[in-house]
């Protein structure tokens, strides 16, 4: 593959390159390329929000280009500002390590062993002293950070924002010149951040990086970014099960999107099937499954999606669930009381009732019995509730 086809095959999908006619002259060089991603192990579980930009850098592994994967177990601990309304919540050393080997078992499910590079940013930042600090503070200014938009938005309203805050672009930034990246990935909401790994790079005598931006995926509300604090997620390493019933609750209209970044589909069988979706020559309820099947594939092995579209079926014909089954759609409450949910959900007058009918061995998630009356949240998204032989609910995020 010539250059500029290789360019062209790697930037489809792409939401922003910047500069936007440089990665055919840098591949035409005739070296990989270095192509940095930076997570921070926030959370436990790698998302299929997470896994959009993953698949794009395995891409760049199979084209022969080195991956080098930031864990960012030191960046993880200052917070990231970007997005934020407010100050994240810090973490403990002890917290961000537990994340941290977790989500490399998820990375493991995409990235290629080959041509890869995994470098924790405590290596560079832990070790950096005052002197250091000071040199990289002065790589950037007040007035610059003050252009951010989630900066700018919470100065304006006397929001709070700490020094830490403006020093998390900056140590991201310093990431990209340890590691000499010539490329840097993100989700749309990290461009200001990529882009400071630009200046920051360029002020240590390096060449700048190239900046590739992935759209942000929505969540399976079908309205806010997947995220692991507001539960509309799935997780590369859910079950089968669990995977396949999150996936059809997704609402019609975030389809195309989860088509295009997240089934897995080649680029002519994405296109197909968005074609027909748009002329109603394929009914949506089809669509869902054969997207609901397709991701359940990708992450446990050809044919496993087919065995969890049995399942679901099973839940809903052998527990005689109508075809027209309530949809409940969950608070953010995490975990749920089952008791409360029973009643929101009017599958039960009260909560005392609920309370009865889980004592009583009358409430199953998916044809299996509950007894707890705390769930977490993640556990009742895209699952089917019931009380009793007649009366169902389809559990979906908010």
């Known amino acids: 593959m010539d250059p500029a086809e290789q360019a062209e095959e790697l930037l489809r999908g792409v939401d922003t390159f910047l500069p936007d006619e440089e990665l055919t002259t840098r591949i035409a060089e005739g070296r990989p390329l270095r192509v940095k991603l930076g997570l921070d192990p926030t959370a436990p579980a790698v998302t299929l929000g997470w896994a959009v930009v993953l698949h ?55 990235l290629s062993k080959d041509n890869l590079e995994i470098r924790r940013n405590s290596e560079w930042l832990q070790p950096m002293d005052m002197a250091g600090i000071l040199e990289l503070t002065a790589k950037s200014t007040v007035a610059q950070m003050l252009e951010r938009d989630d900066f700018a938005k919470r100065f304006a309203t006397n929001e709070p924002i700490s020094m830490m805050e403006f020093m998390y672009p900056l140590l991201q930034a310093y ?161 749920v009381h089952i008791p409360s949910l029973l009643r929101d959900a009017e599958l039960v007058s009260s909560g005392a009732e609920g309370r009865r009918m889980l004592e009583q061995g009358a409430v199953k998630l998916d044809g299996e019995r509950v007894t707890d009356e705390m769930l977490e949240r993640s556990r009742l998204v895209g699952s089917v509730i019931q009380v009793g032989k007649r009366r169902f609910a389809f559990l979906e995020a908010d």
């Open 56 to 110: 794009k850098l395995r891409q760049f592994q199979d084209l022969g280009h080195v991956a080098v994967l930031i864990v960012g177990d030191f960046t993880a601990q200052v917070g990231d500002p970007s997005g934020r309304s407010q100050a994240r919540p810090r973490l403990t050393a002890e917290e961000v390590e537990g994340y941290a080997e977790s989500v490399l078992t998820g990375f493991s499910k995409i």
């Open 175 to 335: 990431d990209s010149v340890a590691v000499e990246a010539d490329i840097e990935m993100g989700g749309t909401d990290q461009l200001f951040n990529l882009m400071m790994g630009r200046q920051v790079q360029d002020r240590y005598g390096q060449r700048p990086q190239m900046v590739l931006t992935m759209p942000l995926l929505v969540g399976t509300d079908g309205v806010k970014k997947m995220s692991q604090s507001l539960g509309n997620y799935i997780g590369v390493n859910d079950g089968p099960d669990e995977m396949f019933g999150k996936t059809m609750s997704i609402p019609d209209s975030a389809m195309p999107q989860w088509f295009t970044l997240a089934s897995g589909m080649g680029w002519d069988a994405t296109v197909k099937m968005l074609s027909g979706l748009a002329e109603k020559s394929i009914h949506p309820g089809e669509a869902k499954r054969a997207l609901a099947s397709g991701i359940v594939d990708l992450y446990h092995g050809t044919g496993q999606g087919a065995g969890a579209e049995a399942t679901f079926d099973r839940q809903f014909r052998d527990n005689e669930a109508p075809s027209d089954i309530a949809i409940h759609r969950l608070a953010t409450d995490d975990p």
